[in-house]
Structures are given as C-alpha cells and as structure tokens.
C-alpha cells in the first residue's frame, strides 16, 4: 500500500501557546490555519517540506473554545482526559497523518490485517477537500505506532505554504513517534507525548 507522511501533529491546551511552543522551539511563527467545525478545534501549519519528505507540513491543533461540542469524539484523542491533563503542561507532538492515493482501499487492506483505521469522513475548508479516516472513539492507533489516513482533492495545503526555515529531516514511528527537524535553532528532535 502506497503511504507517505503527509503532516506531524503538535497538540496544544490553546492554540496561543500552540504558536509560542514553535517559536521557542523551532524558532519559527506558524503560518495561519483554520477552524474544523467537524471537530471544533482549529489549527496553524508551518511547511517542513524537504527533500526526503516533500509536501509535508507540521500542524499545530487545540480545541476551538468558540466552538460549540462536535457531538462526537474529536480526533487524535484531544478529548482524552490523560491527554488533556499532559497538554496542560505544554504542547507536544501527538501524532502523525499518512496520506494514501485511494483511502477506501487503504482501509479494506487495514481491516483485512485486523487493524480499524475507522471510516471515511469527507471535509473542506476554502480550496481544500480531503477524505480522512475518523474513529468513532477519536483514538489514535495503537498509540503512535500507526498514522491517521488521509486522501487530498487536487490541491494540497503544503503547495501554497511559504518555506519557513524548517524542514523534516528524518522520521520514525516503530517504537514510539521521533520527528528530526532542521530549524533556524539547529537540529531539534521532537517526541511523541502521552
């Protein structure tokens, strides 16, 4: 099955602190993001795209205080108590998303190896459109060792981010989620949290 990273996931208590984590971090201001009214939270994307790893961007994702309750559970486990109590502490990275050319055949593979990626849920925002696979249980899979699928429409947020000093260097999800990233700080190495 046909996979690549498309974006790391930072989660934050707020999306302000969110955007000071990556300043002090990466040394970098995240570039603007949106709202998801599916799930309200709301978000800021920072291109990391390189060589290794084209189109890949890093999303920065809290709950939207302005938002009303989504009615079900919000992805990557944001309305997880243990989460919610580690990301009181500060933000962190979360999770990953794969994005796969033909996301209902990457699910039938999935299923057929035991593994619920959960079903297709199709969403957009501006010139964006993309199918993602959601949980009903918002859970992240087997912790950080599997992705969130997504398949895009014809245009992909990275394509009209501006480069940001940042890049992806090197990736691994076996044992636990690890990011390496060149910044305008020097190499900085993300790990997964809670």
Request: glycine share 12%; hydrophobic share 40%.
């Amino acid at each position: 099955m046909s996979m690549e990273l498309d974006h790391l996931v930072v989660g934050a208590a707020t999306l302000e602190e969110g955007v000071a984590w990556c300043e002090r971090v990466l040394g970098v201001t995240p570039g603007p993001g949106g709202k998801h009214a599916l799930m309200g939270t709301h978000n800021r994307l920072l291109n990391i795209s390189g060589p290794l790893h084209p189109r890949a961007y890093l999303e920065i994702i809290a709950i939207d205080p302005e938002a009303p309750p989504p009615g079900r559970a919000r992805w990557f486990d944001l309305d997880q108590p243990a989460l919610r109590e580690r990301l009181s502490s500060g933000p962190g990275l979360i999770h990953w998303v794969s994005r796969v050319p033909n996301l209902d055949a990457a699910l039938a593979n999935w299923r057929g190896e035991g593994v619920d990626a959960g079903e297709p849920v199709e969403a957009s925002r501006g010139n964006l459109r993309w199918r993602i696979a959601l949980r009903e249980d918002g859970r992240r899979l087997r912790r950080e060792a599997l992705p969130v699928l997504i398949e895009w429409g014809e245009v992909h947020p990275a394509d009209g981010m501006p480069v940001s000093g940042v890049q992806l260097l090197g990736f691994e999800a076996r044992d636990g989620l690890r990011a390496r990233l060149a910044t305008p700080r020097g190499e900085v190495e993300l790990e997964a949290i809670g």
